[in-house]
């Protein structure tokens, strides 16, 4: 990915989302392809299964536990790059949405209405940066769980298919 495009991607929470879901996509579609063939080489080997067959079902094996573990190192990094703080601000923005819709709620004449409902407006357009923050860590942590299962079963469909 360009540099532009990257920085533009880590700016919009939408934009990082959407390339989890393409990644997604692109894992599951090259699964799909691995899958299939490997199911057709488990069908056909021969007892006992060839040096070369022997070879691919282990690797089987050890890339999922690998990826497994790449995937839960990568989450972990970017769970501790995380703001300590950034839960203790959602919560105190939900609560301080709750205690203006009370307020509103609780309003006596028009000019308190409209009082109390720009302060709760306030109180949501302060709120709808940490939701956004708090969804693009999240989309972070997702993307970053993704890669090695995603290059994993790139690389494979890319291999196998040439076999």
């Known amino acids: 990915m360009k540099r532009r495009s990257s920085r533009a991607l880590a700016l919009n929470p939408w934009l990082m989302w959407a390339d989890v879901a393409c990644k997604t996509a692109e894992m599951m579609t090259a699964s799909a392809q691995v899958i299939g063939h490997r199911s057709r080489r488990l069908a056909t080997a021969t007892t006992p299964p060839s040096a070369r067959d022997q070879r691919e079902f282990a690797q089987m094996g050890q890339e999922k536990v690998d990826a497994a573990v790449e995937s839960a190192q990568a989450v972990t990094k970017q769970l501790l790059r995380l703001d300590p703080l ?17 307020s509103l709620a609780s309003s006596r004449s028009a000019a308190q209405v409209m009082t109390r409902q720009a302060r709760l407006l306030r109180v949501a357009a302060d709120s709808s940066s940490t939701m956004s923050t708090i969804s693009a860590a999240s989309a972070r942590v997702a993307r970053s769980a993704l890669k090695p299962v995603h290059i994993r079963a790139k690389t494979n469909a890319k291999r196998l298919g040439k076999l």
């Open 86 to 102: 950034l839960g203790l601000r959602a919560s105190r923005h939900m609560f301080a949405a709750a205690a203006a819709m009370m």
